[in-house]
């Protein structure tokens, strides 16, 4: 499975947009890319997924590089609730497995 | 939809008693996993199961901890005997099927201490 790469934390101002990254420089080509949050003392919470193309649902917007080596979860107008720690993970056939590193903690700040 | 269940929510032992930790999935999912998260650091899968076999349990630490899916739908983890560094929240998580486009739902943890 690829190894990912998250800033361990960032500040985001409460209505505007948090733009989280991710690089994923060795992801092979049937591997999807997956984020989920972790709000304080939960389990973690799917967000969204892709292979090559932007996704888009009511959470969240996924963009992926046209090589595929990164991508950047979009939250359009971040609230106090979105403050979790974000995790980015690519998953691939014959492991199926989400692997997690330490994410990026997201603060959104009123 | 009723989510994934997980107990109980917190349990404080001293080292070398043992624990069991029991997980529900949702209805109909035939992939369980549980996962080991130690505090400030992600989740880290322990066994992976699909239906009632073990798919994955490359980095459960056999000597202390086993996990059983009997009959392909609830699970329990065990561990015997306890380490202080046994210290953790155990995730429970399951998805539908064995495939890369579905997404895991997990449960709220068991937050394990031991003393």
């Known amino acids: 499975d690829a190894k990912t790469t998250q800033p361990p934390s960032m500040d985001c101002a409460e209505g505007r947009a948090a733009n989280l990254p991710c690089n994923h420089s060795?992801?092979?080509?049937?591997?999807?890319v997956y984020w989920y949050r972790q709000i304080h003392s939960q389990g973690p919470q799917y967000i969204i997924h892709?292979?090559?193309n932007n996704e888009t649902n009511e959470m969240a917007s996924l963009i992926i590089t046209e090589d595929r080596k990164s991508s950047t979860l979009i939250l359009p107008h971040a609230t106090l609730r979105d403050t979790a720690v974000y995790y980015c993970?690519?998953?691939?056939?014959?492991?199926?497995?989400?692997?997690f590193g330490k994410g990026t903690k997201l603060s959104v700040i009123p | 939809e009723a989510g994934v269940a997980q107990s109980p929510r917190y349990k404080i032992i001293e080292k070398r008693q043992s624990v069991a930790f029991w997980c529900n999935p949702i209805?109909?999912?035939?992939?369980l996993y549980w996962y080991q998260q130690i505090l400030g650091q992600g989740p880290k899968l322990l066994i992976q199961?699909?239906?009632?076999?073990?798919?994955?349990d490359s980095q459960l630490p056999k000597d202390r901890f086993s996990a059983e899916r009997l009959k392909g739908v609830d699970s329990t983890l065990k561990i015997q005997p306890a380490k202080l560094e046994d210290s953790a929240v155990y995730l429970c998580?399951?998805?539908?099927?064995?495939?890369?486009?579905?997404?895991?739902?997990f449960g709220q943890g068991t937050r394990l201490t031991v003393v």
């Open positions: 998580a399951s998805s539908f099927q064995l495939t890369l486009n579905t997404e895991a739902f």
């Open positions: 060795t992801i092979s080509g049937n591997e999807y």
């Open positions: 892709g292979l090559k």
């Open positions: 993970t690519a998953a691939g056939a014959g492991s199926y497995q989400l692997t």
């Open positions: 209805s109909g999912h035939a992939t």
């Open positions: 199961f699909q239906n009632n076999g073990v798919v994955d």
